[in-house]
């Protein structure tokens, strides 16, 4: 059985592209975030730690599966391309953009090494320079896994069904802890179904955008609040063993939420264009955002010195300091795509465009 990509639900999803800008944004501004609480301020030991480490395990479910679904959605044409197609315009894509900002990033954190506060892996020789280049990606990951993704759901493409049930069988043991040996490279494995899902099923899901019931929405809100609030209980009681076993229910349920929820709320915000257009540049830029966030993050916390505070001063500096860090990527995002534009975009040698 060959799955529902097709060239009619292609053109349905460039229509309603405005609210997968919008589901964009919201996954990366949640990965800036995520990485403000866990990459600065946890570090600067606030004694409100828990309650943003919990903050941040609430959001696990919805962050990086937004992006991967999201990603999934929008390269279903590339599936029903030639193979060279696929490999060049899709996975050596990717690929040029991860390790030419995997140099870079480690280049930058190399000038002050004595000062990096916050918890990244860098590589300082040979041998983990190869393993980032290969099988333990660094934290641009997200690159690093949509080049074996494209191949792999080529791969699956006559059988979605059974490729999406193998890949959610790994993402679960990945979600158990079974698979922490092969670093951020299981995290990858953890978002395989949800990319999978979105470029196998792209008509089915934009099936739902035409739905205008308020009681769907609510009704998806409210499920998966319920889903997380037994994810987390379990998690707290048994740990990540046992919730695991349940994390893609909720993640799926959450995918759900989104897929019923942003369409609406792209309607709503196209109200204020002003506010409108800020999301869709968000989330027309990622790429920029989520190369750039770290670097700037560890300089943030480089000239920020010892903070502490309240759990209050937290929220205010996590705001804050997200504020600050996605303006500063956009800018400088803006600025390099001007003067070295190759460190976004390969050259056509690489991925074949004429």
Not at 151 to 169: D, Q
Not at 280 to 297: A, D, E, F
């Amino acid at each position: 059985m060959v799955s529902n990509v097709s060239i009619h639900e292609i053109k349905e999803s460039k229509k309603r592209v405005l609210w997968l800008d919008f589901a964009k944004a919201f996954a990366i501004i949640a990965v800036v975030v995520t990485h403000v609480i866990t990459k600065f301020l946890i570090p600067l030991d606030f004694r409100s730690s828990e309650i943003l480490v919990a903050f941040i395990v609430a959001f696990q479910p919805l962050r990086m599966p937004v992006f991967f679904l999201v990603s999934g959605l929008l390269g279903a044409s590339a599936l029903i391309k030639p193979w060279r197609v696929v490999l060049t315009r899709k996975t050596a894509s990717y690929y040029y953009i991860y390790v030419i900002w995997l140099v870079l990033q480690t280049v930058s954190f190399s000038l002050f090494p004595n000062h990096i506060v916050i918890p990244t892996v860098v590589a300082n020789d040979l041998v983990s320079i190869f393993a980032q280049l290969t099988y333990d990606p660094s934290n641009l990951w997200y690159l690093w896994a949509l080049a074996l993704f494209f191949p792999i759901a080529k791969m699956g493409l006559r059988l979605p069904r059974a490729a999406i049930v193998a890949s959610l069988l790994l993402a679960t043991l990945a979600a158990m802890g079974l698979f922490s040996e092969l670093g951020l490279a299981s995290a990858a494995l953890l978002n395989l179904p949800w990319f999978l899902l979105g470029s196998y099923f792209s008509s089915s899901l934009m099936s739902f955008v035409d739905s205008r019931q308020s009681r769907r929405i609510w009704l998806s809100i409210f499920c998966f609040a319920f889903l997380l609030a037994g994810y987390l209980g379990i998690r707290v009681a048994f740990g990540s063993l046992f919730s695991g076993l349940i994390y893609n229910i909720v993640a799926f349920a959450g995918l759900i939420m989104i897929v019923y929820l942003f369409p609406r709320l792209a309607t709503i915000l196209r109200r204020c264009k002003l506010l409108s257009s800020l999301v869709v540049y968000i989330g027309r830029n990622t790429v920029q955002i989520y190369v750039l966030h770290v670097p700037i993050i560890t300089l943030v916390g480089y000239f920020a010195g010892s903070l502490t505070g309240s759990l209050i001063m937290a929220l205010l500096m996590a705001i804050i300091t997200s504020i600050i860090v996605i303006a500063a990527s956009l800018v400088a995002g803006s600025v390099l795509q001007r003067l070295i534009p190759f460190i976004f975009s390969p050259p056509k040698w690489i991925s074949g465009v004429s």
